[in-house]
């Protein structure tokens, strides 16, 4: 058959990569994404970085340069010593970025991905099942969504204690039913699509469908929000702090460096700027990050 | 011996603007390894009757009034949606009429294919996937392209995919929804040789669901012509396309333009379908047709067998 001879021609060379290598490829070829996966993997070195540090050296580091005051170095303006200044103990702010990164990055990843867990689950079933499960399911998360998400954490983290698995959860639950609803629309839209229907009528499950055809193809608002409430968490988690319930001092969160410039803002400008700044260079990055990833893994978009 | 028989079958649609009488007693059988054709305007309840048999009609609206859908002697209605599952696609598998929607962008065409086999054959996924290179060669499409995406490939060749998808596990039957009004001409007698020959080769039975008479007259055995979901003439292709009695089948074929005849306008039949939210008395034709009488707007006709296997629903019979 003539389609035979052409077909062999267009497929050459395509055809051994897998889904993943394939997404790798489209995905370097956007380059604003790629800067922010470099810039998002460099955090994480960071981070585990000043772990091992701290293990190898018994946190000496972390004494002498994160959490030791020096009042003589009280709101230092950026030096050639102290390259971004020190803050209103007199620590070195670059230290404690640094040191930071573990929590903000941390809490901010692991939050949204139980959140996105939760509320994928909680979304799919409602948005597939629709009727009287989605109605349950829904009203239930409307409820959720009526308490402000920082009155809930501290609800939540007043209930159980603090500590880092209380926080994780205090930030995640707020957020679940705003994915749910995300996840839920998106659901809605794809499963009447007619190969869902196909699908069906070759004797696929429920539970496959909603797996291999339906998440797949709603994923693109998903990865996009998601990213985005990493940066939200980020901020909860600075909120949290300042009222002193979050990551306890003198831990470097973030956050609560934000926070704490926020008295001496007239007087020392670093403080507060560049804090901000680290806050929303790794936001901006996680978005650009994840709309690179939705982009790379929607085959549509292939050549 | 019947292998499919449907008999009485009764769908309504509840929606908001009413109940709509999508099928209304709907009696059909089918023997095996035979080709039926099911002929009929949009809207006549043709795809609905395909999705009865599947058991796919939309939960929330679809209802079932009455009926019984006969497979092999289980009634289809009837079976657990686990029991369903194991019948489609390895008894009873569909090709759908749109080869641009009906497959799943973002997963390739072997794993499409694969996922089928899987279903329902306790294999490995290596043996699926070959499996699927099978299938692909036999509807022709080089088995190099089982790691392409469905946007990678032409209209007929989706066309052809959805075929392999449905052909993957040898059904006893296909139900062929339109499979060709989404392609042109040249493709459309592919695909149909194509499955004319599969059909031969797997002894399959079809439901080839159209509103190309070319199309039937090319493949069919017998043909089913439906109106306003009923059944208004059945019978052998001859006897629907050289004898037909019912005056809509008539108009069906007086409506086909001629080549060599010099005329101004088409033939149509005159006025529209009937509004499936009416409940009607007479006969669900009668408005548009020329020889109705008083008794065709109060009775309703039942299908009649006139001659052997060739059934009208017409009191005049013409």
């Known amino acids: ?303 | 011996m019947s292998f499919l028989s449907i008999d009485n079958l009764k769908v309504d649609y509840v929606t908001d603007d009413g109940i709509v009488h999508a099928l209304n007693g709907v009696s059909l059988e089918l023997v095996q390894g035979e080709t039926l054709g099911l002929v009929g305007e949009t809207g006549a309840g043709k795809t609905t009757m395909a999705k009865c048999i599947m058991g796919i009609l939309p939960k929330r609206t679809g209802k079932i009034r009455s009926g019984e859908i006969t497979f092999e002697e289980k009634n289809l209605l009837k079976c657990s949606e686990k029991e369903l599952q194991s019948i489609r696609g390895a008894q009873i598998a569909m090709i759908f009429q749109d080869p641009m929607t009906s497959l799943n962008p973002v997963l390739t065409v072997g794993e499409q294919i694969a996922e089928a086999v899987e279903n329902h054959e306790r294999c490995g996924k290596a043996r699926a996937m070959e499996r699927a290179e099978e299938m692909l060669e036999l509807v022709g499409i080089p088995a190099e392209r089982v790691h392409e995406y469905p946007h990678q490939f032409s209209g007929g060749m989706k066309q052809r995919v959805v075929i392999a998808i449905a052909l993957a596990c040898n059904p006893k039957m296909l139900i062929a929804d339109e499979p060709t009004t989404a392609l042109d001409v040249t493709i459309q007698a592919q695909v149909l040789e194509m499955m004319q020959s599969l059909k031969r080769q797997l002894n399959t039975s079809m439901l080839l669901i159209t509103h190309d008479l070319g199309v039937v007259a090319q493949n069919c055995d017998r043909v089913a012509v439906i109106y306003a979901g009923e059944i208004v003439e059945y019978g052998t292709v001859m006897d629907v396309f050289k004898r037909m009695k019912h005056p809509y089948t008539q108009g069906l074929f007086s409506s086909i333009p001629q080549i060599n005849a010099d005329v101004k306008r088409l033939n149509s039949i005159p006025g529209l379908m009937l509004d499936p939210t009416l409940d009607v008395e007479g006969c669900r034709f009668c408005d548009r047709c020329k020889y109705a009488t008083e008794e065709c707007r109060i009775n309703h006709p039942e299908l009649v067998e006139i001659e052997s296997g060739h059934s009208v629903r017409c009191f005049q019979k013409k």
């Not at chain 1, 929590?103 to 909680?122: P, T």
């Not at chain 1, 460096?257 to 806050?279: E, F, K």
């Open chain 1, 1 to 303: 058959m003539n389609e035979k001879q052409t077909g062999n021609i267009v497929t050459n060379g395509i055809n051994s990569r897998s889904l993943w290598a394939e997404a790798w490829l489209r995905f370097k070829r956007n380059r604003v994404a790629v800067a922010g996966l470099i810039f998002v993997a460099f955090l994480i070195v960071v981070s585990i970085a000043t772990l091992v540090l701290d293990l190898v050296t018994s946190n000496e580091i972390y004494n002498a340069y994160v959490v030791k005051q020096n009042l003589s170095l009280k709101l230092a303006p950026p030096s050639a010593e102290h390259v971004f200044g020190c803050d209103e103990y007199g620590r070195d702010i670059l230290f404690r970025l640094i040191w930071g990164t573990r929590y903000s990055l941390f809490i901010g990843v692991v939050s949204i991905a139980i959140a996105l867990v939760g509320g994928g689950i909680l979304g799919s079933i409602a948005g597939f099942y629709g009727g009287k499960v989605d109605q349950m399911i829904m009203r239930v998360m409307d409820v959720f969504l009526s308490i402000p998400s920082m009155v809930m954490a501290i609800a939540i983290v007043s209930a159980l204690g603090t500590g880092m698995t209380n926080l994780l959860f205090s930030i995640a639950v707020p957020q679940i039913p705003r994915l749910a609803r995300i996840v839920r629309a998106s659901v809605m839209s794809v499963k009447d699509r007619e190969f869902v229907e196909a699908a069906r009528s070759v004797g696929a499950g429920d539970f496959e469908i909603i797996l291999k055809y339906i998440i797949p193809n709603a994923l693109s608002p998903i990865i996009v929000q998601a990213s985005l409430s990493v940066g939200a968490a980020i901020l909860s988690i600075a909120g949290l702090s300042f009222l002193g319930i979050g990551v306890q001092p003198p831990a470097p969160e973030w956050g609560s460096i934000l926070n704490a410039a926020r008295t001496y803002m007239r007087d020392a400008w670093h403080i507060s700027v560049i804090p901000g700044l680290m806050i929303m260079i790794t936001v901006l990055s996680l978005n650009v990050a994840g709309d690179g990833l939705r982009d790379a893994l929607d085959p549509k978009l292939k050549n």
